[in-house]
T-cell receptor
Framework: ETGVTQTPRHLVMGMTNKKSLKCEQH?????MYWYKQSAKKPLELMFVYSLEERVENNSVPSRFSPECPNSSHLFLHLHTLQPEDSALYLC??????????????FGPGTRLTVT | AQSVTQPDIHITVSEGASLELRCNYS??????LFWYVQSPGQGLQLLLKYFSGDTLVQGIKGFEAEFKRSQSSFNLRKPSVHWSDAAEYFCAVGRPNNNDMRFGAGTRLTVKP
């Protein structure tokens, strides 16, 4: 595998379910990001991890819970979601933790549908 | 906080024609500026970036962009569009030494044969 991978690519879940999104980067980067991409809206930054420490949490509801066990892996745990949470969730990574957002590499995303 | 505007939601150009996608930003100092492209079913790919120095930056796939401070703009250009350039294009603005990054709403490019 190369670059940034995300699993699953598609996920349908009910509002009472618990699921997790997984992201893995094979680039040796030190910062990782979760974004939400909804139709007709700008990309929304959700969480930023730098050297496995969370450095950004953009007022994201607590039903989204990130986890970064090491610099290569990032998870987004989902619980009691709402239909408006249906979106494409993108993971990204970048190399230099002292210069966040420089040259982010994105995964293909997980298309989430909440029923 | 900074913001970024892409005035054109959808643009259609003929293959071989030139292209310019507009991006305007709002920020009190020189920002970091990026253009990304997203093909259907894919994540975003960085086309080019501007941090400082020469205001005309070259990117991948034959794209270039020019930073114009007086107009608060960072427009993306390509002299001759190929059918494979059909995609969604996003402009993004970041602030030095600040954990904040804003994306525009995107411009969808359609290429006519």
């Amino acid at each position: 595998e190369t670059g940034v991978t995300q699993t699953p690519r598609h996920l349908v879940m009910g509002m009472t379910n618990k699921k997790s999104l997984k992201c893995e980067q094979h680039l040796g980067h030190n910062a990782m990001y979760w974004y939400k991409q909804s139709a007709k809206k700008p990309l929304e930054l959700m969480f930023v991890y730098s050297l496995e420490e969370r450095v950004e949490n953009n007022s994201v509801p607590s039903r989204f819970s990130p986890e970064c066990p090491n610099s290569s892996h990032l998870f987004l745990h989902l619980h009691t979601l709402q239909p408006e949470d249906s979106a494409l969730y993108l993971c990204a990574s970048s190399q230099d933790p002292s210069r966040l957002y420089y040259e982010q590499y994105f995964g293909p995303g997980t298309r989430l549908t909440v029923t | 906080a900074q913001s970024v505007t892409q005035p054109d939601i959808h643009i259609t150009v003929s293959e071989g024609a030139s292209l310019e996608l507009r991006c305007n930003y709002s920020y009190g100092a020189t920002p970091y500026l990026f253009w990304y492209v997203q093909s259907p079913g894919q994540g975003l790919q960085l086309l080019l970036k501007y941090f400082s120095g020469d205001t005309l930056v070259q990117g991948i796939k034959g794209f270039e962009a020019e930073f114009k401070r007086s107009q608060s703009s960072f427009n993306l250009r390509k002299p001759s569009v190929h059918w494979s350039d059909a995609a969604e294009y996003f402009c993004a603005v970041g602030r030095p030494n600040n954990n904040d990054m804003r994306f525009g709403a995107g411009t969808r490019l359609t290429v006519k044969p």
